[in-house]
Nanobody
Framework: QVQLVESGGGLVQPGGSLRLSCVASGLAFSGYFMSWYRQVSGNKREMIAHIYTNTDGTTGYADSVKGRFTISADNAKDTVSLQMNRLKPEDTAVYYC?????????????WGKGTLVTVSS
């Protein structure tokens, strides 16, 4: 059974930092393209960062978080993290981890249940 479990959300003041983690189990981690999405209530879920967990390690970011957020992966721990710095009130959202299969795992997609980030003074 595949599980993605996010953690690290919480309340932080504007300008502060948080680090989110997503631990994957039940899948071959290096066979998946890992990404972080966020969703504000009533809005569409948007991708904010992604990483290839194979030897390539290529990353990408939405313009809204570029330069402030950093995604990383630890293949030994089947974990993808999102370091969020210089947080703004508009970063308030539920953050989700997603695994999308590549290569022989193409078509297999999994979501975590999300972790809430609130940026407020």
């Amino acid at each position: 059974q595949v599980q993605l479990v996010e953690s690290g959300g919480g309340l932080v003041q504007p300008g502060g930092s948080l680090r989110l983690s997503c631990v994957a189990s039940g899948l071959a981690f290096s066979g998946y393209f890992m990404s972080w999405y966020r969703q504000v209530s009533g809005n569409k879920r948007e991708m904010i960062a992604h990483i290839y967990t194979n030897t390539d390690g290529t990353t990408g970011y939405a313009d809204s978080v570029k330069g402030r957020f950093t995604i990383s992966a630890d293949n030994a721990k089947d974990t993808v993290s999102l370091q969020m710095n210089r947080l703004k009130p508009e970063d308030t959202a539920v953050y989700y981890c997603k695994a999308e299969g590549i290569g022989s795992f193409y078509g297999r997609n999994y979501w975590g249940k999300g972790t809430l980030v609130t940026v407020s003074s």
